[in-house]
């Protein structure tokens, strides 16, 4: 079995962030370990509050788990200030870590912006250089690159600059636009298109969070960036289209449905 790492902020409704990291690796085959960034208040209908980690528990956390056990691949989400991607940079420098995903996770569904402005440099600065793959949504990718992105061809502008600031690959997901899910994959090569069938569902709590996971867990097992994105896009689709009516607000995601279909339960209320 692989080992995967989740550099992110927990979530205390288990929808996103650590939580649901730890939900994908566990459901693609492989083990889930964690290094916290910071602790959120947090349930379907919004973020209430958040608590940061400082860079040195970031760094312990993260020098220890590499000294004692191998690490397949390493997903960064949350990362909120100056000081803890520096220390995230270092230490997966220090330590030669590969198969990094980066999802810039800047503003919550709710609207709470879970990245300092003046840290979006930083994270470009030090974290796209050792991605495999980033994973940005129209808005990040519109703070990342200052354009405004309205259509696949803007989304495929943007794939390209996002490139040249040091990411190995990059998918610009389409998400937030009418019409199908497309997201644009661009390799450094080639542009491509993954299509799907959007889901019309409120319930998309932590959609980012997972697909970004399960890149890494599917890079862990040996898959390479091209066909590791392919599958995960494949299993969000799964975990979208059953996702659970949970809460008031954005339901989360439904990460276990296979498992969950198995034993006959087929949905949480």
Do not use: W
């Amino acid at each position: 079995m692989k080992n995967v790492l989740s550099i992110a902020g927990s979530d205390s409704c288990g929808g996103a962030g650590i939580q649901a990291d730890l939900k994908t690796f566990s459901a693609l085959g492989t083990y889930g370990m964690t290094v916290i960034t910071a602790v959120t208040a947090q349930n379907t209908t919004g973020v209430f509050q958040v608590r940061e980690l400082d860079g040195d528990m970031v760094q312990a956390q993260i020098n220890c788990l590499f000294e004692d056990i191998a690490v397949s691949a390493v997903k960064i989400g949350m990362v909120s200030s100056i000081e803890v991607i520096a220390a995230i940079a270092d230490c997966l420098r220090k330590h030669k870590a590969g198969n990094i995903v980066v999802d810039p996770v800047m503003v919550s569904k709710s609207g709470c912006h879970l990245l300092r402005p003046e840290s979006k440099n930083a994270l470009i600065q030090n974290l796209f250089p050792l991605a495999t793959v980033v994973t940005p949504n129209l808005f990040e990718a519109e703070v990342i690159t200052g354009d405004k992105i309205d259509g696949i061809a803007a989304m495929e502008k943007a794939a390209l600059k996002i490139h040249e600031l040091g990411a190995g690959n990059v998918i610009v997901k389409g998400g937030h636009l009418t019409g199908d899910a497309i997201d644009v994959v661009f390799d450094g090569k080639k542009l491509d298109h993954l299509k799907g069938k959007r889901i019309f569902t409120p319930n998309t709590h932590g959609t980012g969070c997972t697909f970004s996971s399960a890149i890494a867990a599917y890079l862990a097992k040996g898959y390479g960036a091209a066909e590791a994105i392919r599958k995960a896009k494949e299993y969000i689709h799964i975990a979208i289209a059953n996702s659970l009516p949970l809460g008031h607000g954005a339901g989360p995601t439904h990460h276990f449905y296979e498992l969950y279909r198995k034993a006959g339960v087929v949905a949480v209320r």
